[in-house]
């Protein structure tokens, strides 16, 4: 026989033949013909010592031949630069979304992160070395490169960037970007004078042209001080979801060609230069409803109070601060086929704004006069002109919240209500779950309540989502 082809072995006959192979200094192919002669000979079979290491670092590189049926699979490399500290929190988010992820660690990576971190979160093996005997006796960076559905680079070094838009192999990560036949990720990170070098911004259209996907830098304080631009690696949680919607079939996209409005957060309302009038909404469910229609393929204009969250990606945010300037950007913002009114806007505002701070005074409190606030949902719904097709508006309530938000719907003259109870002990301001009641309006004008059970607010808005795109469509 000049050449042995051997199939359908299971993994634990792989995983021996590789060890046996790998310490007698054969290739599996060479070491399955002395095997084959010593039984031809009435040596013992070899299968009778058949075992696995029982510690992870003695394990052969790879025991499987592919991922689990519906288990994604990615290679993580992990450059070297002061952000692979966020790699750590990226095996967690990758790992949360049900993906296996084996580590490959530069030298320079293993300055910030040691491959026993990364092992540890991870649960597999972590590979450092191109000539590694363990794992190169058959072809190890072959394997990583291929038996994975996806490989992420983060941090994407600008020195790793050099190599792959050159076609270099001197090291493992190299050898598994330049051998590889799967799609791509780069998270690139570095000082911002190093990103907006020319080299580096050759080496950026290279690798696009060549179809690699990326994701980021961000732009904010680097590591070095009094330095800021952009270079930061993003965040853990945006490049998990990258690479989900990489990995992931194409997801249905309902309100395609459609234009959705929403708002979020609280208002401000100002009473001097110092203190305003406002609330405890934090804008996490506006802004989760914003991602959630951007994912159903609509074009999202988000006008938001003041927050502390981070823009939707792919969504338009304008930021706000009064109940005046979120009406006026609302109208600007016209026309749209959806409007969603998830903002808690301030009822009043003082009628005359302190140039300066007020000052306590021997007579007490300086009086304030209240006046009304725009009511924006109520202004929008009963539009002529430019009025959506469908308004939704929010009831956040603290008592009798079905009545109340029976008495909002007919008042307001909007198509539906989403109704939620803010009451301290629920915990739903600021808090990361919504129980809520949608109420609409039948063909008869009846009002129709439908009552969801606890939900994080992106189930809530995925729900909403997908109920506004099944209305949309018989509307059509």
């Not at 959705?260 to 802004?287: M, W």
């Not at 007490?364 to 508006?393: C, H, Y």
């Amino acid at each position: 026989m000049a050449s042995l082809t051997i199939r359908k072995l299971d993994d634990a006959i792989k995983s021996y033949l590789r060890l046996r192979s790998a310490k007698n200094g054969r290739s599996v192919e060479e070491e399955v013909r002395v095997i084959l002669r010593e039984y031809c000979e009435g040596s013992p079979a070899p299968t009778a010592s058949l075992t696995l290491p029982s510690t992870p670092a003695e394990r052969p590189a790879v025991q499987r031949t592919g991922p689990a049926i519906g288990q994604a699979s990615v290679t993580l490399i992990i450059g070297g630069g002061i952000a692979a500290f966020k790699s750590l929190e990226l095996i967690r988010r990758l790992k949360e979304r049900h993906i296996d992820v084996r580590c490959v660690l530069t030298k320079a990576a293993q300055q910030f992160v040691t491959p026993l971190s990364a092992s540890a979160l991870s649960h597999e093996r972590v590979y450092t070395d191109l000539f590694d005997p363990g794992s190169e006796f058959d072809a190890g960076h072959i394997r990583l490169a291929r038996e994975c559905d996806l490989i992420v680079v983060a941090p994407a070094t600008a020195d790793l960037m050099a190599k792959m838009a050159q076609g270099h192999a001197d090291d493992l990560a190299s050898a598994i970007l330049l051998a590889a036949n799967r799609p791509i990720l780069l998270a690139p990170a570095m000082n911002p004078l190093m990103w907006n070098n020319a080299a580096t911004r050759r080496n950026v259209l290279q690798l696009r042209r060549d179809g690699i996907h990326m994701i980021g830098p961000s732009a904010g304080e680097m590591a070095e001080s009094n330095e800021a631009g952009v270079g930061r690696m993003s965040e853990a949680i945006e490049i998990a979801a990258a690479a989900v919607d990489i990995l992931r079939p194409p997801r249905p996209r309902p309100l395609a060609g459609k234009r959705v409005l929403i708002t979020a957060g609280p208002t401000h309302e100002a009473i001097d230069p110092v203190r305003y009038i406002a609330n405890r909404s934090s804008g996490k469910q506006g802004f989760a409803i914003a991602a959630a229609a951007q994912a159903a393929g609509a074009d999202v204009t988000l006008v938001s109070g003041p927050v502390e969250l981070r823009d939707p990606p792919g969504v338009t945010v304008i930021r706000v601060e009064s109940a005046r300037d979120m009406l006026h950007r609302v109208e600007a913002a016209l026309p749209a086929d959806i409007a969603i009114f998830a903002a808690a806007v301030a009822d009043w505002r003082v009628a005359h704004e302190g140039e300066q701070k007020l000052k306590k005074t021997s007579a007490g409190m300086p009086p304030l006069q209240l006046v009304e606030n725009p009511d924006i949902l109520a202004t929008i719904s009963k539009l002529q002109d430019k009025r959506p097709p469908l308004v939704i508006g929010f009831a956040a309530e603290t008592e009798q919240l079905i009545h109340n938000a029976k008495a909002k719907i007919a008042r307001k003259g909007c198509d539906w209500i989403v109704a939620n109870d803010v009451s301290p002990e629920t915990g739903v301001m600021g808090g990361d779950r919504n129980t809520v009641h949608l109420l609409t309006r039948d063909d008869d004008n009846k009002i129709r309540v439908d009552s969801w059970p606890v939900m994080t607010k992106e189930q809530v808005a995925a729900e909403l989502v997908a109920k506004i795109a099944k209305t949309m469509e018989k509307k059509s």
